[in-house]
């Protein structure tokens, strides 16, 4: 799952609205921000292996501090106290913001059970491994991409109102060029052939992504007194 991690960026946003939404896309991909880096060294291991799924050309054998069910759980947890420590005095309810922000860093380990096959430890690098490995299928893969993408581009439009004509088109031109990458990700022919330079696109992407949605958030304004209610007392 690439492209998909994006649509709980977009929902948690449509729910959190103080959320900067640049701080949604990077939390949601938080995981494998950690991970190519860890992978890079040594810390944790990815190798290429050219179909080794019908969605991917790599293999993830090890990866117990950012993939494994405890290790996300932490990463989440981690993310809550830093968000909540960094917008106590910055928004009405630092809290709320935390939970979206921990919820987002949560949702890529359950995103990522979907689609990968059983390589996910539940802690350390236990025997156990989890994953549904829908993968396997590349078209089955897009399906969901897509679907949960359109969801969240649907809420996210909902709960907010452009401020101009920008606001109007812009994001959702920027998710269909999203798809559009996602989709060539899934069926077209490996990213990279090597640990670095698939590591170099993959965080090029992550950054590149968030820096966008920090430009295009200006150009449109939650809608407070209706839609999407706005997390009152939780
Ligand atoms: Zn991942």
Redesign the pocket.
């Known amino acids: ?1 690439f492209v998909g ?1 994006y649509s709980v960026s977009l929902v948690a946003k449509a729910y959190a609205k103080d959320a900067p939404l640049g701080l949604l896309f990077l939390a949601v ?1 938080l ?2 921000i950690l ?1 190519f880096p860890f992978a890079i060294v040594g810390i944790e291991q990815l190798k290429i292996v050219p179909h080794f799924t019908q969605s991917t050309h790599f293999e993830l054998p090890f ?1 117990p501090y ?2 494994s069910l405890v290790a996300a759980l932490s990463w989440a947890a981690v993310s809550y106290v830093a968000a909540a420590l960094w917008f106590k005095r910055r928004v009405t309810k630092p809290h709320w913001v935390a939970t979206a922000v921990a919820i987002a860093v949560f949702s ?2 359950a995103l ?1 059970l979907i689609v ?1 096959t059983p390589d996910l430890p539940i802690l350390g690098d236990s025997s156990t491994k989890l994953g549904l490995g829908l993968w396997r299928s590349a078209i089955a893969t897009a399906a969901l991409e897509l679907f949960l993408t359109l969801v969240g581009l649907f809420l996210y439009l909902r709960s907010t109102r452009a401020n101009s004509p920008m606001g109007k088109w812009a994001m959702p031109c920027f998710v269909g060029l999203l798809l559009i990458i996602g989709v060539v990700n899934i069926f077209g022919p490996p990213l990279g052939n090597s640990v670095t330079s698939l590591a170099a696109v993959a965080l090029g992407s992550y950054f590149g992504f968030a820096a966008v949605a920090v430009w295009l958030e200006r150009y449109r304004i939650p809608t407070r007194s209706h839609g999407v209610h706005t997390g009152k007392g939780a």
């Open positions: 799952m991690h991909q995981l494998d991970f990866m950012t993939h890529h380990w990522d990968h």
